[in-house]
């Protein structure tokens, strides 16, 4: 089966702590996506990357970190820095060239402990 | 950028009744303006879209419509029934250096009563 995967579905974070969200996709797809989902907030976009070993900072990437090191996986780490990290992530992929469409994998919760 | 505005936030409908979702974006470069479904605790889905060069799209039940001098676009759901309870989210983007980045709306909770 083709798709995206995220992991782990829940993460906790400790005061101070970097945590990091998994996103694979065997979709073949060149560009990969981090969303944040806070109730009532919609969708909003952290990092995005169109190919491999580049990325660029979407609406809200302060605190966030990411790399793109291989075509299958773009992970995100929530850093130390950002105060507020509670919330529903949201990885997604698309091949632009042919298709405007986003697949999203099923997202994790992440909450401070 | 572009802005994405979406009303209502909350629509509560009876089964079979029509449900109307309208969203409004600022830039008049975007083209493309997708709508996507989000089940709980899923990731969202596209359910349908539409470009710039169409006023009107329909899948079964299901149309979008698009009205680019106003800047406005709406999702039409007839006979609902209690599996199209979901978040639904507009969204309007456009090609920039090979890449569509589409802005989302706030999503719209439609809630569907048997």
């Known amino acids: 089966d083709g798709g995206i995967t995220q992991s782990p579905k829940y993460l906790f974070r400790k005061e101070g702590q970097n945590v990091t969200l998994s996103c694979e996709q065997n979709?073949?797809?060149?560009?990969m996506y981090w969303y944040r989902q806070d109730p009532g907030q919609g969708l909003r976009l952290i990092y995005y990357?169109?190919?491999?070993?580049?990325?660029q900072k979407g609406d809200i990437a302060e605190g966030y970190s990411v790399s793109r090191e291989k075509k299958e996986s773009f992970p995100l780490t929530v850093t130390s820095a950002q105060k507020n990290p509670t919330a529903f992530y949201l990885c997604?992929?698309?091949?632009?060239?042919?298709?405007?469409?986003?697949?999203f994998g099923s997202g994790t919760q992440l909450s401070v402990l | 950028g572009e802005n994405v505005e979406q009303h209502p936030s909350t629509l509560s409908v009876q089964e079979g009744d029509s449900a109307v979702i309208k969203c409004t974006y600022s830039?008049?470069?975007?083209?493309?303006f997708p709508w996507y479904k989000q089940e709980l605790g899923k990731g969202p889905q596209l359910i349908i879209d539409?470009?710039?060069?169409?006023g009107e799209k329909k899948d079964q039940r299901i149309a979008v419509t698009l009205n680019k001098t106003a800047k406005h676009f709406s999702l039409h759901i007839t006979e609902t029934q209690p599996e199209d309870s979901a978040v639904y989210f507009c969204?309007?983007?456009?090609?920039?250096?090979?890449?569509?980045?589409?802005?989302f709306g706030r999503g719209t909770s439609l809630i569907v009563h048997p």
């Open positions: 997604a992929s698309s091949r632009p060239a042919t298709n405007e469409k986003l697949f």
């Open positions: 539409i470009r710039s060069n169409v």
């Open positions: 969204a309007a983007s456009y090609a920039s250096g090979g890449s569509y980045i589409p802005t």
């Open positions: 979709l073949n797809h060149d560009a």
């Open positions: 830039d008049s470069a975007s083209n493309y």
């Open positions: 990357s169109q190919i491999v070993n580049d990325f």
